[in-house]
């Protein structure tokens, strides 16, 4: 596994080379950029310069985020905005909306050397029925068709929602024929789930692209610091252990308000050192 980590953790801050400069001397090998307005505006072509020109030339992997939020709330962002862009809405206009804001955030990899996008399918609490399939295949289809000239590869990831259980997805690539569509496993998300992390693996495995590390106390999504919640990261490295060297896990954090460039780094090199420790561990021969 890769170390890599979400500039979701300054998501409150607009994103600069500065910012990604502190994210690479962590460590990290792929950063996701994660897609809004106030944060990474995928529709300036300013930042987008700028930002292709870093990537360009610090060989660090970019990987994308999906927009989660509309544009109006991305332009009026404040931490208490909850999401609502959704891929599959049971209204058509929203559903319109979202797949145009999507895919102004893949434009961006005309400029940034973008290689995977995440997306997510509804909201939280969605329900899994036959509209949840159509519209859940109909986006795929359709952003699949977007990405592939860009040379993104399309990922799904599992969200609180019956849409995204790892059965849910499996059955909505199966169904597509999606063969070259894969998965961001959030292993938070996992955990919060009825099943967990170690059945999410297992079904999960071959289409595993990417993973999201963070950790949670078990009652909500709070997108913690390895380490600072309940989640055995020592059993999710081992499984992490089990797929390709290449797959980036990428440490996906809350925003605060106080955090700086400096604790960011600091932080997210403790996390990619636990990460390296039990590598490190697993190929250790057994005293036994």
């Known amino acids: 596994m890769q170390p890599g980590i979400s500039t979701h953790v300054f998501l409150s801050q607009r994103l600069h080379p500065g910012l990604l400069d502190a994210l690479k001397q962590s460590g990290a090998r792929t950063i996701e950029l994660f897609a809004a307005r106030h944060h990474f505006d995928y ?3 300013t930042q987008l ?3 292709a020109a870093w990537f360009r030339d610090s060989g660090i992997i970019a990987t994308l985020h999906q927009p989660i939020h509309t544009r109006e709330q991305s332009e009026n962002w404040s931490r208490h905005v909850s999401a609502t862009l959704s891929l599959i809405s049971p209204e058509k206009t929203r559903r319109i909306d ?3 804001e999507v895919k102004r955030a893949l434009e961006a990899a005309e400029m940034v050397p973008i290689s995977a996008a995440t997306l997510h399918l509804g909201l939280k609490d ?3 029925d036959t509209r949840a399939i159509e519209n859940s295949l109909t986006a795929i289809e359709h952003l699949k068709a977007f990405a592939h000239p860009l040379g993104i590869k399309i990922l799904l990831k599992n969200l609180q929602n019956d849409v995204t259980t790892p059965e849910h997805l499996l059955e909505i690539l199966h169904i597509g ?3 070259n ?3 961001t496993l959030d292993v938070g998300h996992a955990y919060l789930s009825d099943t967990g992390i170690d059945h999410a693996f297992e079904l999960l495995r071959p289409r595993i692209r990417q993973l999201n590390l963070h950790d949670n106390k078990g009652m909500r999504d709070e997108h913690l610091w390895p380490g600072s919640g309940e989640i055995d990261f020592a059993n999710v490295y081992k499984l ?5 060297a290449d797959i980036p896990g990428i440490v996906e954090i809350a925003h605060d308000l106080n955090e700086t460039a400096e604790s960011a780094a600091a932080k997210a090199t403790t996390a990619f050192d636990q990460i390296a420790r039990s590598a490190e561990d697993l190929l250790l021969p057994n005293p036994s």
């Open 43 to 45: 529709t300036d072509r």
């Open 181 to 183: 569509v894969g998965i």
């Open 98 to 100: 979202a797949m145009d």
């Open 177 to 179: 024929h999606f063969d």
């Open 126 to 128: 969605d329900a899994w």
């Open 49 to 51: 310069r700028e930002t």
């Open 240 to 244: 992490a252990a089990s797929l390709p």
